[in-house]
């Protein structure tokens, strides 16, 4: 799958990835009305909202960027009909040619990371038949239980070709407080890395990026070039552009000499474009359009810092 | 949360948490070909058949324990249907009076973390109503991303009166790889947990435990010993007992000199014991009252190790 995505990329030119993190309040008030018209102030409601806004946003970036990635969280807050709209939007984007990063963050031992793997990139025995649960292309994984945790996604993503990000250095203030600390006179993230990249070399892609990717923050620029340089062949998503402060200027480091290696997500920035400057012309009814511009200007600004 | 968890511990004498981690391979073949009579081997079939195995095992030791602890991942894997049982399962659990903890590792940041902490503990804003979407009473957390990841934990949790186990030590092999380093001369995990005391003591119950509480699995009494030193007013949440390695004898640190402190979980051990010795002769009918006895068996264990 990360031959797949690295393709995109190059036929696209944009190493962006639209995240689809669709809080209830970027939602524009006339489909939040018409949704809670059809089903009341309600869970369903809610998702309804979601799924339109999702829809018209897929709709809009589809031939721009390579991929999405919807945030879990942003579904599970509704339940069972917001997780639904989480599926339906996978599917969805998948129809129209986009690759799915799912940001699921899921971690745990065993078997029960076995059925995160197979849950999100797998099919699950049931009987006779082999099922897909969510069935995204790519999975972010927490590695904080070690190998245990991330070998189950290794053969799942070996068997479906498939990819997982496993979270090295997050863009979050915060992300200091274990991750940057010193084992060995080297910050555990760097630990973390090394791991990534022996995981990763089981599953080699054919255009010499692993199938395991990382996780690194745009907030840390430092820390973008000291990993790109320890994971040479470690594809990164890069969380943490515009809304969380990062620009174009910090992200050279991701990138490697021929502007390949990095993602670069924006979420906020584009899917509720439509709410700030320079945007506010489209209004709350132009979101879509206003997404579309913000994503061709992102695009256009990651130009200057590629190779 | 954590003054009801530590009074119904009390009341039943059983400082346990039956692990409803249902494996399809754990559910008894009558359930799973009744429900794919109903439904075809689908992910509806799998899931009514999973639903059917818990609300048995749910009305086998509901009075013997003071809590359950569904794993959602064997659920996830299932899709939506799958989590439409977890949901159900929580829903079922707290009708028979069980105290709910949420095996749902969940852990990112800021507005995200918040949707997580909603979804399992609190409660959602759609329009004018605030619903509940999952409803646990407690959940588990991943602390890699540092603070920002828990304080939206922590801010539900006081407003909703519910409680939160944090990983500090997991206790899967591997647990070590990251966990275990030394940093300022103390592994990981010890950090983690000054972290953990820290936040919990913004929480505190009338009990004099915090509504924060740690992971600790019960694979490295030696770790159990040292957490409980460092985290005086933190309730461990222990994971490795029977089928993964731990005996009674190795629980004894995780508890005070009043024989609190800690609960004990048993996943297979318990809703699987119908699979194995002692408990084959109930056989695969007999699945609930194996896992009845089981338990028994279990809190008759605890009782030579606590105080």
Redesign the interface.
Known sequence: MIDRLVKRIQETGAPVVVGL?P??SYVPWHL?KKA?KEYS???E??ALAVREYNYALIDAVADLVPAVKP?I??Y?????P???VY?DTVRYAKEKGLIVIGDV?????????E??A???LGR??????R????DEDFATV????????IRPFLKVCGEEDRGIFV?AK??????????D????GKP?YE??AE?IREWGAELMGETGWSEVGAVVGATYPEVGARLRELMPQTFMLVPGYGAQGAGAAELKPYFDADGLGAIVNSSRGIIAAYKKEPYLTFGSEGFADAARQAAIDMIEDLKQVRG
Chains 1, 2 share one sequence.
């Not at 927490?142 to 945790?149: E, T, V």
């Not at 600390?181 to 060995?184: A, N, V």
């Open positions: 993190d809080m209830l939040q809670y102030e309600s869970l409601g809610a945030q969280a942003m599970e807050q509704f339940g069972i917001g997780l639904q599926a963050k899921r971690g745990d031992i065993g078997s029960t990371s059925a995160y197979t849950a999100h699950v025995q049931v009987a006779g038949a099922l897909a649960a969510f927490n590695p904080y239980l070690g190998s245990d945790g979270l997050t863009s979050n203030p915060s992300s200091g407080e274990f991750q600390r010193l084992i060995d555990l630990h973390v791991k």
